[in-house]
């Protein structure tokens, strides 16, 4: 059998599959109920946060959790949102769907988030930013405790989606402290519920609000449920409406990989981050071709992240992964504003030069999970030595 290395290989052991159909044979109900509580129940104690709930997507969890705060804190169209030019897609695509304005600030090259010097840009020229829509990309813990200081009355909010137990620089999880953190729990992420994804909150009313806000808005599924009905007398308790709403729910299928996933979820993130340690060591080999990526304590490893020194060594280095059969991809979006939908947008910097460009002409990453080992580093070894 040749080699190849794709991004992700099937997180779904056979006890998974055997819990699975237990379930499925046991039970005489699929949408969301007992099961999914018990996983949000388990997550919150896994993070370390008071509330969790379980959602059909990270990117839904992303908009709920926009949409909720926006109600709660009575944003108003036109607050001004700020978010990095190197994120996913559905970070950004609720600030706009929802009406707000997206400031977008470049990024630093040693954990992927905001440049510093452009939030103090920023933080000049707009004083009124409402809200920080951090992205703790590929594993890096952003620096919040930082953004707060310099944007002290902003609300923040953390999208931990593809970073599963990063950590806050108290040895505490990202989202156990967090207004609202979302969680992503696709095929390629920590852990995989086939599609799915979590908010996690300390803030009783938002979690309260998101609750009815992921069932079409019903008054049922509130926790005060019993204050509406009195509240409405005149309207069905079982149709009573009170804010607008979707569909945003999972199911128990769903939530049972998720309980069984969770249970390995830790050494999944020590093997993740001991590769990670791995390739840092072989890049510092090659620091002529690479700028070397940082690695730090508070880190949960996404994805084994090249930074090529010069446009046309990452262009030959595509061909090579394309000609061995290594799946890569983009440092996530590269520079989002370049991206079709986005082009009436701009990056706020008063820099000659951006860091999200470098990333987007020069950057690639390669699939870092519990299934890659030294045979993968050896074959990157042999292609830098090629270079």
């Given at each position: 059998?040749g080699?190849?290395?794709?991004?992700?290989?099937?997180?779904?052991?056979?006890?998974?599959?055997?819990?699975?159909?237990?379930?499925v044979?046991?039970?005489?109900?699929?949408?969301?109920?007992?099961?999914?509580?018990?996983?949000?129940?388990?997550?919150?104690?896994?993070?370390?946060?008071?509330?969790?709930?379980?959602v059909?997507?990270?990117?839904?969890?992303?908009?709920?959790?926009?949409?909720?705060?926006?109600?709660?804190?009575?944003?108003?169209?036109g607050?001004?949102?700020?978010?990095?030019?190197?994120?996913?897609?559905?970070?950004?695509?609720?600030?706009?769907?929802?009406?707000?304005?997206?400031?977008?600030?470049?990024?630093?090259i040693?954990?992927?988030?905001?440049?510093e010097?452009?939030?103090?840009?920023?933080?000049?020229?707009?004083?009124d930013?409402?809200?920080?829509?951090?992205?703790?990309?590929?594993?890096?813990?952003?620096?919040n405790?930082?953004?707060?200081?310099?944007?002290?009355?902003?609300?923040?909010?953390?999208?931990?989606?593809?970073?599963?137990?990063?950590?806050?620089?108290?040895?505490?999880?990202?989202?156990?402290?967090?207004?609202?953190?979302?969680?992503?729990?696709?095929?390629?992420h920590h852990?995989?519920?086939?599609?799915?994804?979590m908010?996690?909150?300390?803030?009783?009313?938002l979690?309260?609000?998101?609750?009815?806000?992921?069932?079409?808005?019903?008054?049922?599924e509130s926790t005060?449920?019993?204050?509406?009905?009195?509240?409405?007398?005149?309207?069905?308790?079982?149709?009573?409406?009170?804010?607008?709403?979707?569909?945003?729910?999972?199911?128990?299928?769903?939530?049972?990989?998720?309980?069984?996933?969770?249970?390995r979820?830790?050494?999944?993130i020590?093997?993740?981050?001991?590769?990670?340690?791995?390739?840092?060591?072989?890049?510092?080999?090659?620091s002529?071709?690479?700028?070397?990526?940082?690695?730090?304590?508070?880190?949960?490893?996404?994805?084994?992240?090249?930074?090529?020194?010069?446009?046309?060594?990452?262009?030959?280095?595509?061909?090579?992964?394309?000609?061995?059969?290594?799946?890569?991809?983009?440092i996530?979006?590269?520079?989002?504003l370049?991206q079709?939908?986005?082009?009436?947008?701009?990056?706020?910097?008063?820099?000659?030069?951006?860091?999200?460009?470098?990333?987007?002409?020069?950057?690639?990453?390669?699939?870092?999970?519990?299934?890659v080992?030294?045979?993968?580093?050896k074959?990157?070894?042999?292609?830098?030595?090629?270079?």
């Amino acid at each position: 059998m040749g080699f190849s290395w794709p991004l992700m290989k099937d997180n779904t052991t056979l006890l998974d599959r055997l819990r699975l159909a237990k379930f499925v044979l046991t039970t005489d109900r699929f949408t969301n109920g007992q099961k999914v509580r018990q996983f949000e129940n388990a997550w919150s104690e896994w993070v370390g946060s008071k509330h969790s709930l379980y959602v059909s997507s990270g990117s839904t969890a992303n908009y709920l959790l926009l949409a909720a705060v926006k109600e709660l804190y009575n944003l108003k169209d036109g607050d001004k949102v700020l978010v990095p030019a190197c994120t996913w897609i559905t970070n950004v695509a609720p600030v706009i769907q929802l009406g707000f304005t997206p400031i977008f600030c470049d990024i630093n090259i040693d954990n992927f988030s905001f440049c510093e010097k452009d939030l103090l840009h920023i933080a000049e020229k707009y004083p009124d930013i409402k809200l920080i829509f951090v992205t703790h990309l590929i594993g890096y813990s952003a620096n919040n405790e930082r953004y707060k200081n310099i944007f002290p009355n902003a609300l923040i909010l953390d999208d931990v989606c593809e970073s599963h137990g990063c950590k806050n620089p108290d040895g505490t999880k990202r989202g156990s402290d967090s207004l609202g953190a979302t969680f992503s729990f696709y095929f390629g992420h920590h852990i995989s519920t086939v599609e799915g994804g979590m908010i996690s909150t300390n803030n009783y009313e938002l979690y309260d609000l998101m609750r009815i806000k992921r069932s079409h808005g019903l008054a049922r599924e509130s926790t005060k449920s019993s204050e509406y009905y009195e509240k409405y007398p005149d309207i069905s308790n079982h149709f009573l409406f009170v804010t607008d709403g979707y569909n945003f729910r999972n199911h128990e299928m769903c939530a049972v990989l998720g309980l069984s996933q969770l249970k390995r979820l830790e050494n999944i993130i020590e093997v993740r981050n001991k590769n990670f340690n791995k390739f840092i060591e072989l890049v510092e080999e090659f620091s002529n071709l690479f700028y070397v990526p940082k690695q730090y304590p508070t880190t949960s490893n996404f994805c084994f992240p090249l930074i090529c020194r010069r446009k046309s060594i990452a262009s030959k280095l595509r061909k090579i992964f394309d000609d061995k059969k290594i799946e890569h991809r983009p440092i996530i979006s590269g520079n989002l504003l370049k991206q079709p939908c986005l082009q009436d947008y701009e990056v706020m910097s008063n820099k000659k030069e951006l860091t999200v460009d470098l990333v987007h002409d020069n950057g690639i990453y390669l699939g870092n999970n519990q299934f890659v080992g030294n045979r993968e580093l050896k074959e990157l070894r042999k292609i830098f030595k090629e270079l």
